[in-house]
């Protein structure tokens, strides 16, 4: 790969990068402005738990736990 240094490639280079940080920022942002928990799912889960109407799914859990690993 070839690095031309003249300037319209060097202002090219910085304005790409500076998009670039500004979609970093702006997904940093979203990220830490969601909450931590997602309590509408937690309670729906605790009451599918108590109801006994949870039901796992054995394989779907194995493939996620080879996943993981892979």
């Known amino acids: ?3 031309d240094l ?4 060097a202002s090219e280079l910085s304005s790409e990068l ?3 940080q500004v979609s970093a920022q702006g997904a940093a942002t979203a ?4 909450p931590a928990v997602r309590q509408g ?4 889960l ?4 108590s109801s006994g109407t949870y039901e796992l799914n054995p394989s779907k859990i194995a493939a996620s ?3 993981d690993y892979a």
């Open 18 to 20: 500076s998009s670039q």
């Open 1 to 3: 790969m070839r690095i």
């Open 46 to 49: 605790k009451q599918s738990v």
């Open 31 to 34: 990220a830490l402005s969601a």
């Open 65 to 67: 736990m080879v996943d």
């Open 41 to 44: 799912t937690v309670d729906s």
């Open 6 to 9: 003249n300037r319209s490639s």
